[in-house]
């Protein structure tokens, strides 16, 4: 035998890994076809963030789409999967402006063209990081067609869009309050911004009228800015504030005069139920001061300072020393009622933390209601499906009720906008390319935006700007529209709805047919992971510790549909000893194959090897159902259970004999199994399949390009597998009556069985020999009643039953002691989950397949129980 065939003594995957993915990158193995006339498919990776790293959320979000896209191409399909980062504006701003305040510099010191060099060269440096660690995950990206949101092709679309838009209407200009991060200086998206409950306090503060007695006292936590109010508002439905409606107030402080409105936005139940309006700093109170035509007085700037128009005695001030001293002032003037401690939701710069200030600045909008309404039309007539199904409703939800997109952000590390203004008559010009003068006052003094486009707007175009749209491209015709999109929940709403309503309007067709929505990787308590709580588990260190497989496996095994991932160290232990299980198997294989080379000949045929092959074709068959409902957790389980319980733990065992008796059948057909098996795995496993399986006798290329079996008619064998499961059936319950009565597996026992039937009967003899071997038994006697002179331990197995002769002495009274308290042990157990079952919030909250669980767990409990009960009586006989 070639030493070719031979495995090691142990499976080490780091130069296994390393070497498979260097040699698919050689070969080109993930390079599709591109033109080509085979059925194709196509999916694009969401771009991670370049200053990212690999996070189990990666690990997660990568896995399971490659498990499809190795699935389908081993299947035949011309699969691409396109690889690429995103610039990720505001997350390279903060790293370099860090670095750059380490250094004693500012980006406003280093001035525009500095910092974009500086983010260049740290992009050149450092942005490779991420896309060497998704390599490490085995994933099978084209890296050919790698792509980068701010390639120059690429910012190219990203401006020709902006410009478009532009032109039909849909992009606008306007003076707006947005959310603002004093701290980044830039516009912040909602997404950027997470809202955290804070202890504050709620002040009380008395407004004079400006004719007569009495005045009206307003609530607010943020009294420093009534310096900018310029009205106050109560709901026209109260009555309380009947007289004061139409009135003119005192603004305290400040001294301006301002108008009693009525709006029904206005909280009754409110502090007073009368409200400070300040339309420059507040978001409702920007929509009020809209409509009623009021003043917007900025009294906070950008930077989170007071302005002029804040009053000489506030101006120049920090907000919250502005608080401090507008309270102060208050007091001494006698017109601060009360304060009260208040607890509320107060939104924060993801990044830095900081407060978000409202700000009041001209910024760019995408008008949103004419894209989401095709976007909407296309996912109710299910041209994209989403996964689970239920996403659709949060996303219906959100697409009815969409705002504006404010797209511009005072970064200069992005796309800068294409608009320039005439410094002479104000005239904007948007246009792919600088103006040279102005087509209205032909003035040749012309100023570009100073902002870039936030960095979804870029991402929004991934799928078909990486295929080289606008152009009609071999791969826009072969790839376009993509069919699986695979990404987190929480961006369905940033990118994934505005990749479909930018898909639609550029290129009249849907960007991909099905959305599926993974889970959140938890830690084992369902926390989740977090710095801070020291409960994150890193994708490195776990495949520099198990081995990528047993980590692609595990996140596989962890995926139910619409559920979050409980992950623990010890389930991924647990996968690689499976995958350890596989390498020591195949060894076994590898070592018996001389001699097998003739192929199968169907009349010798062992009924194990019948069995293997039928239910190789049915495991075939259940692994392409889960993997079309992308149910990855019950297709790992299903080839999980396939390879070490019925293949290592039956096959290799039933075959033991016949290979030392050198059948060739047997062994053609173990060679067979294990090249099937290999096929089956190795979108989850890929790495330590393709290395096994090129030691395989007559194996060339790459597994990655191998053939997916498919589920062969003429291989099931209902009778083979009925026989073997009664051969199973026998044998476990056999032994599990030799454990529970603490019978030695060296012990040789008498075994009776009662049969159900003739028909049943029959199928002994061809198991005969292998019950005898498995269960180490000296005689095997069949009857159709028990003989009531022999005291046997009993046992059920399907119909039948079981017997062992107490002939061979067991302790009678310890084990009467030990089946009582393993009794009560049952019991307890089987109540606890009676009184869960029994719940109904359980019922109601819990996935069905959670429950189905608890129910087998119970069926299988009682059995047990039944069958303890059942040795007591015959020992108390
Ligand atoms: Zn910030
Ligand atoms: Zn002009």
């Not at 505005?498 to 959140?520: A, D, E, S």
């Amino acid at each position: 035998m070639s030493t070719e065939t031979r495995l090691g003594k142990s499976y080490d995957p780091k130069p296994v890994e390393e070497k498979w993915a260097r040699f698919w990158m050689e070969q080109r193995t993930f390079t599709p076809e591109a033109p080509s006339e085979k059925p194709k498919f196509s999916l694009v990776l969401p771009p991670p963030n370049v200053t990212g790293s690999l996070h189990m959320g990666h690990a997660l979000c990568f896995t399971l789409p490659d498990i499809i896209a190795r699935w389908k191409r081993m299947k035949g399909l011309n699969v691409l999967w396109l690889p690429g980062t995103d610039h990720a504006s505001i997350a390279v701003h903060n790293v370099i402006e860090q670095s750059l305040r380490e250094k004693g510099l500012s980006r406003e010191k280093l001035g525009r063209e500095e910092f974009l060099k500086v983010a260049w060269e740290w992009k050149r440096k450092y942005g490779g990081i991420i896309t060497d660690q998704l390599k490490k995950l085995g994933a099978s990206l084209d890296w050919t067609r790698e792509r980068f949101t701010m390639d120059e092709r690429y910012s190219w679309v990203v401006q020709y869009v902006f410009v478009s838009l532009y032109k039909d209407g849909l992009i606008y200009r306007d003076y707006y309050l947005v959310n603002r991060c004093p701290r980044c200086s830039t516009v912040l998206s909602d997404i950027e911004i997470e809202h955290r409950e804070l202890k504050g306090k709620l002040y009380y503060i008395r407004y004079p009228l400006a004719e007569g007695d009495g005045g009206i006292v307003v609530a607010t936590t943020r009294p420093e800015t009534m310096l900018g109010d310029t009205a106050v508002a109560v709901h026209p439905d109260d009555l309380r504030y009947r007289e004061f409606r139409g009135r003119t107030l005192v603004l305290p402080l400040v001294g301006r005069r301002i108008p009693v409105i009525t709006d029904e936005r206005v909280e009754k139940e409110f502090g007073t139920g009368a409200v400070k309006v300040t339309p420059a700093h507040d978001p409702v109170d920007f929509e009020l001061g809209r409509q009623h035509r009021l003043d917007q007085v900025i009294v906070i700037d950008g930077s989170g300072r007071t302005t002029e128009a804040a009053g000489a005695e506030f101006n120049g001030l920090d907000r919250f020393e502005a608080r401090i001293k507008v309270v102060d002032k208050l007091r001494q003037l006698g017109l601060l009622v009360k304060v009260e401690d208040y607890q509320h939701m107060v939104g924060h710069c993801s990044r830095c933390k900081t407060i978000i200030e409202p700000h009041l600045s001209w910024q760019w909008f995408v008008k949103m209601a004419p894209l989401a309404r095709e976007a909407i039309r296309v996912v109710e007539e299910g041209q994209i499906e989403f996964i689970p199904a239920n996403w659709a409703k949060s996303y219906f939800e959100w697409m009815h009720n969409i705002h504006d997109w404010c797209i511009s952000r005072q970064l200069w590390w992005g796309h800068r906008i294409p608009a320039w203004y005439c410094q002479a008559c104000n005239e904007i010009v948007v246009a792919l390319q600088a103006p040279e003068v102005c087509p209205r006052c032909a003035g040749t003094e012309l100023r570009q935006d100073e902002d870039v486009l936030d960095t979804w707007f870029s991402s929004a175009l991934w799928p078909f700007a990486t295929m080289g749209w606008p152009e009609e491209t071999i791969d826009l015709k072969t790839f376009y529209p993509t069919d699986l999109m695979a990404t987190a929940f929480d961006i369905i709403f940033f990118w994934v709805a505005r990749m479909i309503m930018m898909g639609l309007k550029f290129t009249g067709r849907i960007p991909f047919r099905q959305v599926f929505i993974n889970g959140l990787v938890r830690d084992f308590r369902r926390r989740k992971m977090s710095k801070s709580e020291g409960n994150v588990i890193d994708p490195l260190e776990m495949i520099e510790k198990y081995g990528t497989d047993a980590l692609r496996f595990t996140m596989a095994a962890l995926a139910i549909p619409g559920m979050d991932l409980s992950l623990s160290e010890e389930r991924m232990a647990g996968y690689r000893a499976f995958v350890n299980k596989i390498w020591n198997a195949s060894r076994f294989v590898l070592m018996n194959l001389e001699g097998g080379e003739g192929g199968i000949r169907k009349g010798e045929l062992t009924l194990a090897d019948r069995w293997i092959l039928s239910r190789l074709s049915r495991i075939t068959a259940e692994l392409e159902t889960a993997l079309e409902q992308y149910k990855f957790y019950e297709a790992a389980e299903k080839i999980y259970h396939f390879v070490w319980h019925e293949f290592c733990d039956w096959y290799i065992e039933l075959a033991k004999p016949d290979l030392k008796a050198g059948k060739a059948t047997t062994k053609a057909v173990l060679a067979l199994a294990l090249d099937r098996i290999l096929r089956l795995l190795h979108p989850f496993m890929p790495f330590i399949t393709e290395e096994i399986w090129h030691h395989l006798p007559g194996n060339e290329g790459s597994l990655a390009r191998a053939a997916f079996p498919v589920s062969e008619e003429a291989d099931l064998d209902p009778h083979a597998e009925e026989e073997m499961r009664l051969l199973q059936d026998l044998v476990v319950e056999i032994r599990t009556i030799r454990a529970e009565n603490r019978i030695s597996p060296r012990q040789k026992v008498e075994v009776w069985l009662k049969t159900p039937g003739e028909r049943e009967r029959a199928l002994i003899p061809e198991i005969r020999d292998s019950i005898l071997t498995l269960a180490n038994v000296s005689a095997l006697k069949v009857e159709a009643v028990f003989p009531p002179d022999v005291q046997m331990l009993k046992g059920v197995a399907g119909a039948w039953e079981v017997g062992i002769s107490l002939a061979e002495a067991v302790d009678l009274k310890s084990e009467q002691a030990r089946l009582e308290k393993e009794i009560r042990k049952v019991t307890a157990e089987i109540e606890k989950l009676e009184r869960r079952l029994e719940k109904n919030e359980f019922l109601m909250r819990a996935p069905r397949e959670v429950i189905a669980r608890a129910k087998s767990e119970l069926l299988e409990l009682r059995e047990n129980k039944a069958k303890l009960e059942k040795s007591l009586d015959e020992i108390r006989r």
